[in-house]
């Protein structure tokens, strides 16, 4: 323009048939807003707040309120930005790129929050591919697939307390019970439609809920975007973007801050592992293996339908690792329970031979995948003091929870899916054929501080055709019930912090159906309210006796007082805090055992504190009238012992009085936990 010296403002007007015309400010008037130290952070894996500046932003350049876009697509010939404002058309706003990082990027002006977009990429065949912004914070609701323009930028948060007092908590000496929720199918409004509660709605109600059973942090199955509602959430397609099923993303915000507020933590199950193949989302993004290895032998689940991520690449990495940092950042998420790491560990999981291809020295492992989680591992804990990660790891993998710098993964704790398998086979069988099994109740003590185990009875175990936990249970409705209650009891007095499908505090008798809320008409049963109180008070006992959880990840805070006693099916031990103890005797028949002499600690009397069997529950109260006193008689290797009648198919929990300060009073010849 004559007389005009750069930069200037100007718009351009195009005319179409039918005297049409379009008028714009010039989105190419406008600098990069992707900068190069941008752009070499991506490229070498370090840049740990990438969805800063990948995505879509609203931000205001040289006076102009706009959204600046970037994508990386380092294959691509052109990728375009095309949205509902463009009528979806790629050849309005073609992208540019940053030097050979492979980023495309560009400022377009006057675009609203709330417009719909996705990018446009021509491949190096000529083929056009349209896709989701891998960093979108927000998506259309199903079926539906489109990013949306999102400011998550301006909600209050009101949890400052939580996260001050966070800071300072030690995981391992606190009490951790984990209440595992589908969002979805927790509460389902018959009365319209079936439909499930916005994060709003439940979010005072799953509150309630989880203090009333004494439950310490909530753990959401994903709720990271997501197509299909029968992958439960465990295929994801927009890794930033809370799941549009129920509200917003300052919605979602404030059901974790209202947690917060009510003392609740939050673990968001978290999908490093491996992505679906519906072509809208990261698959071929750019028309070659990006997200994914080229190799199918390294590139497929075929147990799942998916697709694996490629860690060993910058980018790739850096994707997964500023969205398990986003998460803690943005959302406040306390803690995540990263999902399938097995599969990423082992480079033949799922795999039959041919099928797979051995690292560089020959073996199985995947050393990307592990240098990757020691790396996620390392910035959660040094970045965001007091969260944590857990892994659902299957196998025999050593060092799970170990220290990086000790050559573990660093995870801070790790699913016990061996005692969650030993127990439920044991629970399962006819309490005659029990004795024959009793290897499976006590062999998780061989292990059990070889990692810091969360102890789960998850979603898990109650699909597929494995029975609900109550239809697990042999005999009749009440012995089931007893079953029940006698497992849970296990739990609670096992050392390993806890985790518990939803539902299990009601009993059901069916599996759980993500397409349907619980039957909370249970509560109307007269035998599930009396389960239902025992389970109540099973949370607040374990919450006010330290000696259940003090010295969880310490050998002394667990000894046996007899494993052997196999052909009754009874075993009992000890449960020390720092200043105190319990004593737990477990019995797992139907049958009542009178004068049952059991070797304890030197003190003068032991008190009956709990009884799975009383009235209250639904029992038949067999007990021991509260009080038992100690007899200098020898038993189970103690100097001193008590008589108990142990009531049917339930959990004495004891605890001394006067307990004799002496050097060594928890001590005993150690026995073996096999028959």
Not at 43 to 63: F, P, Q, R, V
Not at 302 to 308: D, R, V, Y
Not at 486 to 499: A, D, Q
């Amino acid at each position: 323009i004559i007389g005009k010296r750069w930069p200037f403002n100007y718009r351009l007007k195009f005319h179409f048939q039918k005297n049409f015309t379009w008028e714009i400010i010039d989105p190419y008037r406008f600098s990069p807003t992707f900068g190069d130290l941008d752009a070499h952070l991506a490229a070498e894996g370090t840049h740990l707040l990438l969805y800063e500046k990948l995505g879509a932003h609203l931000c205001k350049i040289d006076g102009f309120d706009g959204v600046a876009f970037a994508v990386w697509a380092p294959n691509a010939k052109r990728v375009s930005v095309i949205g509902d404002f463009n009528h979806w058309d790629g050849r309005l706003f073609p992208m540019r790129t940053i030097g050979s990082s492979g980023i495309w990027e560009l400022f377009i002006p006057e675009l609203p929050e709330g417009a719909l977009y996705k990018f446009e990429i021509k491949d190096q065949k000529n083929n056009l591919r349209i896709k989701t912004d891998p960093f979108a914070f927000a998506m259309e609701f199903r079926p539906q697939t489109a990013s949306i323009v999102k400011n998550i930028k301006n909600y209050q948060w009101k949890d400052r307390e939580w996260i001050e007092k966070r800071k300072s908590i030690n995981h391992y000496q606190r009490p951790m019970a984990i209440y595992e929720v589908h969002l979805g199918s927790w509460v389902r409004v018959l009365e319209e439609n079936n439909r499930w509660l916005s994060y709003q709605e439940i979010a005072p109600k799953l509150i309630s809920h989880c203090q009333k059973y004494g439950f310490t942090h909530i753990e959401l199955m994903p709720i990271t975007e997501y197509p299909f509602d029968g992958s439960w959430g465990y295929q994801v397609t927009g890794y930033f973007a809370p799941t549009s099923r129920y509200g917003t993303p300052d919605d979602f915000k404030n059901f974790v801050d209202l947690c917060h507020q009510e003392g609740l933590g939050v673990i968001l199950d978290w999908v490093p592992s491996h992505f679906p193949k519906d072509d809208y989302s990261l698959r071929g993004f750019d028309g070659t293996a990006l997200y994914e290895h080229a190799d199918p032998r390294k590139g497929e689940q075929k147990e799942w339908g998916t697709l694996a991520f490629n860690f060993g690449r910058n980018e790739v990495s850096n994707f997964l690792l500023a969205n398990a940092l986003f998460w803690l950042d943005v959302y406040h998420i306390d803690g995540l329970r990263v999902d399938a790491v097995a599969s990423m560990l082992y480079l033949d999981y799922s795999r039959e031979e041919g099928e797979w291809v051995p690292n560089k020295y020959g073996g199985n492992e995947n050393l990307e995948a592990v240098q990757f989680l020691q790396k996620c591992n390392e910035l959660i804990y040094s970045k965001f003091p007091g969260c944590f990660t857990i892994a659902e790891e299957s196998t025999a993998w050593q060092g799970v929870t170990l220290p990086t710098y000790l050559g573990g993964l660093g995870f801070g704790f790790k699913w016990d899916m061996g005692w969650m398998n030993d127990t439920l086979h044991y629970f399962e069988k006819d309490p005659i054929h029990r004795s024959y099994h009793h290897n499976n109740l006590t062999f998780s003590m061989w292990y059990s501080y070889s990692e810091n185990f969360i102890l789960p009875l998850s979603h898990d175990e109650v699909v597929h055709g494995k029975r609900s936990l109550l239809n697990k249970m042999p005999g009749d409705k009440l012995q089931k019930l007893a079953n029940l209650k006698l497992l849970l009891c296990y739990l609670y007095t096992h050392p390993g912090k806890k985790l518990l499908f939803m539902g299990t505090e009601l009993a059901p008798d069916w599996e759980w159906n993500h397409n349907e809320g619980l039957n909370w008409a249970f509560t109307n049963d007269q035998d599930r309210r009396h389960y239902q109180s025992f389970f109540q008070y099973l949370g607040s006992f374990y919450l006010n006796n330290p000696c259940l959880w003090e010295m969880d990840v310490q050998r002394n805070g667990f000894s046996w007082i007899n494993c052997q006693d196999w052909q009754q099916s009874i075993i009992s031990y000890i449960r020390r805090g720092k200043k105190d103890c319990l004593i737990c005797v477990l019995n797992f028949t139907p049958v009542v055992r009178d004068n049952y002499r059991l070797g304890v600690p030197k003190c003068r009397e032991y008190a009956e504190i709990f009884n799975s069997d009383s009235y209250y529950y639904g029992g038949g109260n067999v007990g021991n009238q509260g009080i038992r006193e100690v007899e200098k008689i020898p038993c189970n290797d103690f100097d001193n012992s008590i008589t108990l009648t142990l009531p049917p198919l339930a959990c004495l929990i004891l605890k001394p009085i006067g307990l004799i300060p002496i050097k060594d009073t928890f001590a005993k010849k150690e026995t073996s936990p096999l028959k």
